[in-house]
């Protein structure tokens, strides 16, 4: 079983609507969690960092559920620009992060 | 200039030979880190340095070896190419225990 675990999609989504999509982690004692986005063929780039009482930026919506060993991302009013990957990212203990393969996300006109 | 620099940015090598992969970063930061990234598979760590004198070994470091040659350079060596070691590498750095990672803008590699 794999340590970080999402849905690749793609995720198909009009512009000006809302995605959310989650991820799930199997080591209970991971401590820290991310979420990055990636652009294809370019580097990963830190959305937000993913916190216990949940946390905004923006139309972006991060939610930590440590019982069930998730985190999921939500996207309001999305734009063309957010077409991307969304990689979930999970630290482990001593400053590793363990990376999942990705949620691809798709803006249409 | 980019904090995390890579080099070369594309590569096609022969199997047999021998590659490095530079990075050099202006953040100050003491972590690196070298992944490797394949369709569906996500970022793998290939090694990690804490510092200079440390460096060990992540989840794929098979066929790699890495040198810290100063707090701001961190190189990975493939000794003999071989085509599944064809990928894209990222170099990453990182402050501390906290921080997310910044990751340079990465090396398309292809071994033939």
């Not at chain 1, 979420?35 to 959305?47: A, G, I, N, T």
């Not at chain 1, 999921?72 to 990957?85: N, Q």
Request: with cysteine; glycine share 8%; proline share 4%.
């Amino acid at each position: 079983r794999k340590e970080v675990e999402q849905d690749p999609g793609p995720f198909n989504v009009p512009e000006g609507a809302t995605v959310a999509f989650n991820c799930t982690y199997s080591n209970s004692a991971s401590q820290s969690f991310f979420w990055y986005r990636q652009d294809c063929r370019k580097e990963p780039k830190l959305l937000m960092s993913v916190y216990s009482s949940g946390n905004e930026d923006g139309r972006f919506t991060a939610q930590l559920n440590r019982a069930s060993q998730y985190i999921s991302l939500l996207i309001r009013d999305s734009k063309l620009s957010d077409s991307a990957t969304y990689l979930c990212v999970v630290r482990m203990g001593w400053g590793k992060l363990q990376f999942g393969a990705g949620t691809q996300v798709v803006v249409t006109p | 200039d980019a904090d995390v620099t890579q080099t070369p940015r594309n590569r096609i090598t022969k199997t047999g030979k021998r590659i490095m992969l530079e990075c050099s970063q202006t953040k100050g930061h003491d972590r690196m880190y070298w992944y490797r990234q394949d369709p569906g598979l996500g970022l793998r760590l290939i090694y990690y340095s804490f510092d200079v004198k440390d460096i060990n070994k992540g989840e794929i470091s098979d066929g790699y070896s890495v040198s810290r040659q100063a707090q701001a350079k961190f190189s990975l060596s493939l000794e003999s190419a071989i085509p599944n070691q064809t990928a894209l590498y990222f170099c990453a750095t990182s402050g501390g225990l906290e921080d997310g990672y910044t990751f340079g803008s990465g090396t398309r590699l292809t071994v033939v």
